[in-house]
């Protein structure tokens, strides 16, 4: 039996097996599996995908698009020893794919209370997203890669199989982290890292090519990379350095605010 607090949009096609909690929305063209478990407080948005035996609990809000495989695990307290049963949120944008034991956890209210995912996402086989990280668009993380909690993650930044990053970490745009790699540290945008601990290992070039970068913006890329990396020069002049080149580089300037902003310190 529906609850009366649940709506669900009549183009709706959900299993007679799946079990759906209170306070429930569900958008038109939805399809839901056998043995899936929506709890209280989900709202899933049009024309999502949700396969057999997933379970995803709330209070969680899900875009349009997404794809949810078997037994992924969508929206569930999290591994923290701080939480004891707050309210916290999960938020999750347009078109991602979640593919089989796919783990992604709320938020704590040590931090803002909410975990959130943003659009065009693939996460792959039992990839981990813990509480409180937040991720940009376009991002693939491979079979296992793991965020511990309170991770942000850029734009288009790829994570390879077994790759892990410390909490509180950060990973800037277009950076590319090798597999088995253990980032400690900050990655800044279009850096490719390796390694255990993980350190910088070139620039992101293929990325940048396919991602429609010119020649000229890539070249400059290169250039910033050695400002920071071959240069010699301390953290701070480095930064004025790159700070310069930004100038007439406007693509250097997520760079820029990366390191301005970075806590942990950067791989280096």
Not at 49 to 77: C, H, M, W, Y
Not at 192 to 198: N, Q, T
Request: charge should be negative; aromatic fraction near 8%.
């Amino acid at each position: 039996m529906i609850d009366g607090s649940t709506k669900i949009d009549s183009t709706a096609n959900i299993h007679e097996t799946a079990i759906i909690g209170r306070n429930v929305t569900i958008g038109a063209n939805v399809e839901i599996g056998p043995w899936s478990l929506i709890g209280d407080d989900v709202e899933i948005g049009d024309d999502c995908k949700i396969l057999s035996n997933v379970i995803i609990k709330g209070p969680t809000k899900i875009g349009k698009r997404n794809k949810f495989f078997q037994f992924a695990s969508i929206g569930e307290d999290c591994q923290d020893k701080k939480y004891h049963g707050e309210v916290t949120y999960l938020e999750i944008a347009d078109d991602n794919v979640f593919r089989e034991h796919c783990s992604v956890h709320r938020g704590t209210i040590q931090d803002h209370g909410i975990t959130r995912i943003g659009s065009r996402n693939l996460f792959m086989i039992n990839s981990h997203i813990a509480h409180d990280c937040v991720i940009g668009d376009d991002c693939i993380f491979a079979n296992n890669a793991t965020l511990a909690g309170h991770v942000h993650i850029g734009n288009f930044v790829i994570f390879g199989g077994l790759a892990a990053i410390h909490q509180f970490g950060r990973v800037g745009d277009h950076a590319f982290i090798a597999g088995c790699a253990g980032l400690n540290k900050d990655c800044p945008p279009f850096v490719m890292a390796a390694g255990h601990y993980a350190e910088p290992v070139g620039v992101n070039t293929e990325g940048l090519k396919r991602r429609g970068f010119s020649s000229e913006s890539i070249e400059n890329v290169r250039k910033a990379y050695k400002i920071l990396y071959r240069s010699n020069l301390t953290l701070d002049k480095a930064k004025e350095e790159i700070e310069k080149l930004a100038v007439n580089e406007p693509c250097l300037l997520v760079m820029v605010d990366f390191l301005n902003d970075s806590q942990r310190g950067i791989i280096r």
